[in-house]
């Protein structure tokens, strides 16, 4: 099941990069490259889920789990990000509007199912540990951290690595913002809405899927 998702992305997010490779050489500049890194960086999170589950699955050292996991949490909020680069649509001379509109769109998209399907994988991962009270807390908790991470990658530009290249200047700015909230509107407003977005795009695809799978089971039973 995991391999047959994996494969899919992978096909999905190679469509993505040959729509951008066709506006390469249609528009013959480089402007939207940097969608093909923020995918790259959206993959992060999602092969840090798969790699959990089957390390997991083989009774691998916990130490290595809480690593894949370190990984996951890290780069999560790199997967939604991609949604925040609609920012950049505009119209360009030579290139229909729509066209862009459908690039970035393609990428975004990638990038929320590749964020949510690690979350399906990190939420099982948990509940073999947690009650599930605890899961969905957490699931909520995370859609926070989550938000606020992509505002601290789109506005005041920090990155996932930072983390750990200059974590003492990203604290203090992180611990500045939280300080004064007031004096931080934009990052309250987009933490707050962004959280919203996601819980609610998150529970829709879980019911989706809840419904699916009990449909299935019930042709089955017939």
């Given at each position: 099941?995991?391999?047959?998702?994996?494969?899919?992305?992978?096909?999905?997010?190679?469509?993505?990069?040959?729509?951008?490779?066709?506006?390469?050489?249609w528009s013959g500049h480089l402007f939207?490259?940097?969608?093909?890194?923020?995918?790259f960086l959206a993959w992060i999170p999602f092969l840090c889920s798969v790699l959990l589950a089957e390390a997991k699955e083989k009774n691998r050292p916990k130490y290595?789990?809480?690593?894949?996991?370190?990984?996951?949490?890290?780069?999560?909020?790199?997967?939604?990000?991609?949604?925040t680069d609609l920012f950049h649509l505009r119209t360009k001379e030579g290139i229909p509007l729509w066209f862009d509109?459908?690039?970035?769109?393609?990428?975004?998209?990638?990038?929320?199912?590749?964020?949510?399907?690690s979350l399906f994988e990190i939420r099982r991962f948990l509940g073999s540990y947690l009650s599930a009270a605890?899961?969905?807390?957490?699931?909520?908790?995370?859609?926070?951290?989550?938000?606020?991470?992509?505002?601290?990658?789109?506005?005041p530009r920090w990155n996932s690595w930072d983390l750990i290249s200059n974590p003492?200047?990203?604290?203090?700015?992180?611990?500045n913002m939280l300080l004064h909230p007031t004096q931080n509107t934009r990052m309250v407003g987009?933490?707050?809405?962004?959280?919203?977005?996601l819980i609610a795009a998150y529970c829709t695809?879980?019911?989706l899927i809840r419904n699916f799978n009990t449909e299935s089971h019930g042709q089955k039973k017939i």
């Open positions: 099941m995991i391999n047959r998702l994996v494969k899919t992305m992978a096909i999905s997010s190679a469509l993505c990069v040959t729509l951008l490779l066709l506006r390469m050489q939207y490259v940097f969608l093909a890194w923020n995918l290595l789990l809480l690593l894949l996991f370190g990984g996951w949490l890290l780069f999560f909020p790199n997967s939604p990000y991609i949604v509109l459908v690039l970035i769109l393609s990428f975004a998209w990638n990038g929320l199912l590749l964020g949510f399907a605890i899961v969905n807390a957490f699931t909520v908790f995370l859609m926070i951290l989550c938000s606020f991470g992509i505002y601290l990658g789109r506005y003492v200047a990203l604290f203090a700015d992180i611990f987009v933490t707050f809405f962004f959280s919203l977005f695809l879980a019911a």
